[in-house]
C-alpha cells in the first residue's frame, strides 16, 4: 500500500461558485451523493433543483480531467433527472449502478385508513386474544412471540376498517417498499481513444483489479480471434492464453447484507458474486465525533438540526439524515480513481467520500455550504485518515 498521506480539503460554500475557483482538468474522479430533490425530511436543501441544473454538472465537467469518470447517486424515483443533466452537460453516460438493500421502509398511504378518516369514522383497537396476561400488562405495544412462528402478535391488534368503502379498499397503499438508489456512471469525453487519453491525462479506464469480488482464483479465455460468438470475424482476442484473477469481475449491482443474504440462498452454488456492504452503523456514522465541541453552529437556534444526544458526555451524533456506508465509497472511489489521483466531492456532505478516499490514499476535495455537515466532516474525516495504515 502507498503509505503516503492524502490530502483532504474541505471547502465551504455553494457548490457551483466553490468549484469555479478549480482549476480547470484539475480532478481526476468525482463521487457523490447529491439531492435527490425530493424534500427528504422537510430539508430545504433536497428541493433546490441544483442536481437537476445541466450548469451544476457543466461546472463539475470543467474541472475534471478528460475521460474522468463521474459517480452520482439518485433516487428512484427522481433518477432520471439528474442523470439528463447530466448528460446535457456534456458528459457520457457509461453505465448505471444500483446499489440494492434490504432495509429500507415503505412511505406509503394506507388508503383505507385515509377513506376512514375522511368519513370521520373512528377506528378502535382490538385486544389480541393471543396475548398472556403478562405480556397484556405491559401495556399497548408489548409483544409475544407464538410458538413455532417467526412473527410477534402485539397486545392489541391493527383496527380494522369502519367503513364500507375504507373496507373495500383494505390492504391498499401508494408506494413500495424502497430497495435500491441508481448511480450513474458518466464520462468527460477522451481527448482520442483510451490509450491516448490514458498516457496524456492517466484518466479513460476503469480500475477493474482492483475492484474484483471475492478472493476466489478465476480463469479467463482470451478466445482467438473469429472463434468467439459462432466465428464473428472481429470477437475475440489475438491469443488463445488463459489469464488468472483473483476475484470475480465487478458488476454493476451492488448489495447490502440483508439484499446479499438472500440472493446467495437463490445460488448456493455461487455465493459472493456481487459486492456486498451493509449500510453503516451508529459506530460507523459517529466515529471521530466523541467529545465534538460545543459551538453556534451545532446549537442551531433554527431547529433544522441540533443535538441528538444527551449532554452529559459533549458526545455529538452524526445527524445528516443521507450518509452512506464507507466501504460502498471506498469501492467507488477506488474504481474510478487512477493512482495518485484526486477526488471531488461537490455535496460532501457529512463526508463519507473523503473518508473514504483518506483510507484508499487519495487526495480529495470535498464541498459542503452547510456549517454543521462541513464540521461533521472534518471531524470525521480525521478520525479516519487515522485509520489508515
Request: charged share 25%.
Amino acid at each position: 500500500m502507498n503509505t503516503r498521506q492524502p490530502t483532504i480539503t474541505v471547502l465551504r460554500g455553494e457548490c457551483v461558485a466553490t468549484m469555479r475557483t478549480l482549476a480547470a482538468n484539475s480532478v481526476d474522479a468525482i463521487v457523490t451523493d447529491p439531492p435527490y430533490e425530493l424534500g427528504f425530511m422537510g430539508k430545504s436543501w433536497d428541493s433546490a433543483g441544483v442536481s437537476y441544473d445541466p450548469a451544476t454538472w457543466a461546472e463539475a465537467l470543467r474541472v475534471l480531467r478528460p475521460g474522468g469518470h463521474l459517480l452520482a447517486f439518485g433516487g428512484s424515483r427522481t433518477y432520471h433527472r439528474i442523470a439528463v443533466a447530466i448528460e446535457d452537460a456534456g458528459f457520457e453516460i457509461r453505465d448505471s449502478l444500483m446499489w440494492i438493500y434490504g432495509s429500507g421502509f415503505p412511505k406509503s398511504l394506507d388508503v383505507s385508513k385515509a377513506l376512514d378518516k375522511k368519513a370521520g369514522a373512528q377506528r378502535t383497537a382490538i385486544p389480541n386474544p393471543l396475548a398472556t396476561q403478562q405480556t397484556a400488562s405491559k401495556g399497548r405495544g408489548a409483544t409475544i412471540t407464538v410458538e413455532g412462528g417467526d412473527y410477534k402478535h402485539r397486545t392489541h391488534i391493527e383496527p380494522t376498517p369502519v367503513t364500507d368503502e375504507a373496507k373495500r379498499w383494505e390492504g391498499w397503499g401508494t408506494a413500495l417498499k424502497p430497495s435500491h438508489e441508481p448511480i450513474v456512471l458518466a464520462r468527460k469525453p477522451l481527448i482520442g481513444t483510451v490509450a491516448e487519453n490514458v498516457l496524456a491525462h492517466g484518466t479513460g479506464a476503469l480500475n477493474i483489479d482492483a475492484s474484483r469480488i471475492g478472493d476466489e482464483v478465476v480463469s479467463v479465455h482470451n478466445a482467438p480471434k473469429g472463434t468467439f460468438a459462432g466465428g464473428e470475424a472481429d470477437r475475440g482476442s489475438d491469443t488463445d492464453s488463459y489469464r488468472t484473477h483473483v476475484g470475480r469481475w465487478p458488476a454493476n449491482t451492488l448489495w447490502d447484507e440483508e439484499a446479499a443474504a438472500m440472493l446467495d440462498a437463490s445460488t448456493p452454488a455461487q455465493p459472493s458474486r456481487f459486492f456486498y456492504v451493509a449500510k453503516p452503523g451508529k459506530k460507523e456514522r459517529d466515529a471521530g465525533l466523541d467529545g465534538f465541541p460545543e459551538g453556534p453552529a451545532f446549537d442551531n437556534p433554527s431547529g433544522t438540526m441540533g443535538n441528538s444526544m444527551g449532554s452529559k458526555s459533549g458526545f455529538r451524533a452524526n445527524v445528516h439524515p443521507t450518509v452512506k456506508p464507507i466501504a460502498l465509497m471506498r469501492y467507488l472511489v477506488r474504481l474510478i480513481t487512477p493512482p495518485g489521483g484526486t477526488v471531488l466531492d461537490p455535496f460532501l456532505g457529512s463526508g463519507t467520500t473523503a473518508c473514504a478516499a483518506a483510507l484508499e490514499g487519495f487526495d480529495c476535495i470535498g464541498i459542503e455550504m452547510n456549517a454543521d455537515y462541513a464540521n461533521i466532516a472534518e471531524a470525521r474525516i480525521e478520525h479516519w485518515k487515522k485509520e489508515r495504515r
